[in-house]
């Protein structure tokens, strides 16, 4: 009776190694798109950094708007657990909570010294070049921080540390729109100033 040997060669492709394959092509993106933006950013080297053919790469995105949509989706998660875990903690006062975000977020920029970014500051800034798919994904994940930020500032003002009449929504607002601002301008003199000052500034001058 003949042995059947054993046949080697390449495994057959899995759920596993497809998510893990779309992971690696997502985290990419989340690089590239926080060092120099959409337009930027060219597929062939992107692919080549994480090793994967453009084939490959059509086979999980139909374009590369459908990709830069899914790397947004996924970073709009991924910030929205970091705002959470310091946003929420109860062991913290809440405006304890907004700095700790800061604080972290500026560490973050000066490990990378400072090339790096926000992925959704930066899509905003070539706002006028993206489609309105793009447009509205950015203003959707606007509003989601800002709901965490002024839930965070409610619990402020029912604690009594925040003006009864402070217009909660509106300060979430300004707190993005100055935070990033203060992102993009530490960037441009690559160095954490600008966070600092807004920090100072930001929690300063909420109505007491």
């Given at each position: ?108 920029m000066e490990k990378y010294a400072y090339e790096r970014g926000c992925l959704v500051g930066n899509l905003e800034q070539e706002a006028s070049?993206l489609s309105a798919a793009m447009r509205q994904a950015l203003l959707e994940t606007y509003q989601s921080w800002q ?62």
């Open positions: 009776m003949t042995a059947v040997s054993n046949r080697r060669g390449r495994p057959k492709q899995t759920e596993l190694s497809y998510s893990d394959t779309r992971e690696a092509l997502l985290h990419a993106g989340i690089v590239w798109l926080t060092k120099q933006g959409f337009s930027a950013t060219g597929l062939e080297p992107l692919l080549r950094s994480v090793q994967i053919p453009k084939g490959s790469f059509y086979h999980y995105f139909d374009s590369k708007e459908a990709f830069g949509l899914a790397v947004l989706a996924h970073y709009r998660q991924y910030f929205e657990r970091k705002l959470a875990r310091h946003l929420e903690d109860e062991q913290l006062p809440p405006f304890s909570r907004l700095r700790g975000f800061m604080t972290d977020a500026r560490t973050g070049h709901h965490q930020v002024a839930n965070c500032l409610a619990l402020a003002q029912q604690q009594g540390l925040l003006a009864q009449d402070a217009d909660i929504d509106a300060l979430a607002h300004v707190f993005w729109v100055g935070w990033e601002g203060a992102v993009a301008r530490a960037r441009l003199t690559q160095s954490s100033g600008p966070l600092v000052h807004f920090e100072h500034f930001y929690l300063a001058g909420l109505p007491r």
